[in-house]
């Protein structure tokens, strides 16, 4: 990296007031950033202002991802840089901002931006900020972006629909509410989330099976169970459900979507079946669960990985034993890595090299 890059990095503006003087670039790319890109994600405000003084422009992105600055700054919680970087109040910048800074919480910089005049708005007439806000971009600061979306819907801003799918998803009555009650029509989602029966039943007639199948995922999520049991009188799609339950450790859940027809030999090349994830997760009570409703215990992907080989690399030493008991067979040979046996053996899993010689399992190159 060059000394240029360094200074602004480490926020060192007298550096970068001397480089510059003596003709460095300021507008270079280093490592695919220019300086102004690391004064801003390292929030160094007296090093932006002081690259932004000798020309440094700051709309050039980065050139792996293609974010700008400003970006960066709210991104890693900088607002101060944020500020910083809206010196020329570009109106584009400063939409940017809006966004960014709703996505990430940054409060006190949403005020500021509201105060200089900033539209809540986009050129559609809808709030993108709100999208944000809702869990769009990121799912931490929840307190910090339900507040700013508390300020930016009096201010005007008017969300799409996209917002309650978000805050759906994310599982906030809170944010649900609050969009419901500025105008946005309820959705299947949104009263799956809110276990809002009565809406549940009124909508359900008219969902698709993609509207059905994500309310099923965000009812599971929620925990609400008669609004989950309302939702299974209709035909889903109850994979990415079944892997919600597991996560959750929601077996009552989870059991009763294996009720409603959920079939746990439900795969996808990549992934494997939903046996692969409980195994890999590590829990005993939804593999044997799986394995009672018929989960095939010697399914493989694509490479040849089977959930007995997902239960051992996670080194869930139950999850294996269960599924040995079930049948899985202990001599499958994973390319480049050998038999089940070897690869425990490699990596020093004592028990559960114990539990495949005893099941049978051979030492065996790839």
Do not use: C
């Not at 202002?49 to 700008?68: I, K, Q, Y």
């Not at 200089?116 to 600061?141: F, H």
């Amino acid at each position: 990296m060059g000394l240029l890059h360094e200074a602004a990095e480490r926020g060192d503006w007298m550096e970068i007031e001397r480089l510059a003087e003596a003709g460095a670039d300021v507008n270079e790319y280093d490592d695919e950033v220019t300086p102004i890109l690391a004064a801003a994600s390292n929030g160094h405000v007296e090093a932006i202002r002081t690259l932004l003084r000798f020309g440094a422009d700051p709309d050039l992105t980065d050139e792996s991802v293609g974010d700008p600055p400003v970006f960066y700054a709210a991104a890693n919680r900088h607002g101060a840089a944020v500020l910083a970087l809206l010196a020329d109040r570009s109106s584009d910048r400063m939409a940017d901002a809006l966004v960014y800074s709703a996505a990430y919480g940054l409060v006190p910089v949403v005020d500021e931006l509201l105060r200089l005049g900033v539209p809540p708005n986009d050129e559609d007439g809808t709030s993108d900020a709100i999208s944000a806000a809702a869990g769009r971009s990121s799912r931490a600061y929840r307190d910090e972006r339900l507040a700013i979306m508390r300020r930016l819907l009096p201010a005007g801003a008017k969300p799409n629909p996209e917002a309650l799918q978000w805050a759906s998803r994310e599982k906030d009555r809170e944010m649900v509410q609050l969009l419901v009650e500025h105008g946005l029509p309820l959705t299947l989602e949104a009263a799956a989330a809110l276990g809002d029966i009565p809406s549940v039943q009124e909508l359900l007639p008219s969902a698709s099976k993609d509207v059905l199948t994500s309310a099923v995922v965000v009812s599971v999520d929620s925990g609400h169970t008669e609004a989950l049991r309302e939702l299974l009188a209709r035909e889903a799609d109850l994979k990415q459900a079944a892997l919600h339950a597991i996560t959750n450790e929601r077996d009552d859940l989870l059991k009763m979507l294996l009720d409603a027809g959920l079939d746990p030999n439900e795969r996808t090349p990549d992934t494997g079946t939903i046996l692969f994830y409980a195994a890999n997760r590590g829990r005993p009570e939804p593999v044997r669960m799986l394995i009672r409703a018929g989960a095939d215990v010697n399914a493989k992907t694509w490479n040849g990985h089977t959930a007995l080989f997902r239960a051992i690399s996670g080194q869930r030493t139950e999850a294996v034993q269960i599924l040995l008991d079930a049948g899985a067979d202990p001599n499958v040979v994973i390319d480049g890595l050998g038999s089940l046996l070897t690869f425990a053996v490699g990596r020093n899993y004592t028990q559960i090299a114990t539990l495949l010689r005893r099941a049978g399992g051979e030492m065996r190159g790839s």
